[in-house]
T-cell receptor, first 112, second 112 residues
């Protein structure tokens, strides 16, 4: 039982490059989330998926897209990376939107 | 504007001592309040979750309190251990779970 897994753990991109962050959960949770965490700030919600087949914008969605591939997997795509997207990205899942969220180990992304 | 403010920003205590971390929130309509522990380089892990009707919730040496009238919460750590060194994050959730607001966290250092 791995919980929430994220790949990759680290990534360095050049401005303008694209990449996809992968997230998978094995807890049969309905809801999944993508957050970013910047120094001195709380986690900020980028996108979330309340259930399979649905996705919605969070607080800071600009520059990102998501795909809920199936109940287990929720990916985050940066189409054209910018230095402002340098951050640590966390994926989380929960049984429902008001239930405890379980977080993955994070992806540390640097955009040069 | 929905906000979660935590104090202090950082705290240093000696092993074995107790400490209390504070959280003020303005999320409305309020659903529940959570405390998470985040070790360096890891994702947050849930400690407690309280609805507006609960005043206190314990998890081992961690005890959270909630005053829904003043919109304040505290996390009390008893007999601190070196492994308690981490960031502690207060999170407020609105009804329906669509607005999850994270505080910036309190960084706790426990010294031997």
């Amino acid at each position: 039982n791995a919980g929430v897994t994220q790949t990759p753990k680290f990534q360095v991109l050049k401005t303008g490059q694209s990449m996809t962050l992968q997230c998978a959960q094995d807890m049969n949770h309905n809801s999944m989330y993508w957050y970013r965490q910047d120094p001195g700030m709380g986690l900020r919600l980028i996108y979330y998926s309340a259930s399979e087949g649905t996705t919605d914008k969070g607080e800071v969605p600009n520059g990102y897209n998501v795909s809920r591939l199936n109940k287990r997997e929720f990916s985050l795509r940066l189409e054209s990376a910018a230095p402002s997207q340098t951050s640590v990205y966390f994926c989380a899942s929960s049984a429902g939107l008001t239930d405890t969220q379980y977080f993955g180990p994070g992806t540390r992304l640097t955009v040069l | 504007k929905n906000q979660v403010e935590q104090s202090p920003q950082s705290l240093i205590i000696l092993e074995g001592k107790n400490c209390t971390l504070q959280c003020n929130y303005t999320v409305s309509p309020f659903s529940n309040l959570r405390w998470y522990k985040q070790d360096t380089g890891r994702g947050p892990v849930s400690l407690t979750i309280m609805t507006f009707s609960e005043n206190t919730k314990s998890n081992g040496r961690y005890t959270a309190t909630l005053d829904a009238d003043t919109k304040q919460s505290s996390l009390h750590i008893t007999a601190s251990q070196l492994s308690d060194s981490a960031s502690y994050i207060c999170v407020s959730l609105d009804t329906g779970g669509f607005k999850t607001i994270f505080g910036a966290g309190t960084r706790l250092f426990v010294k031997a």
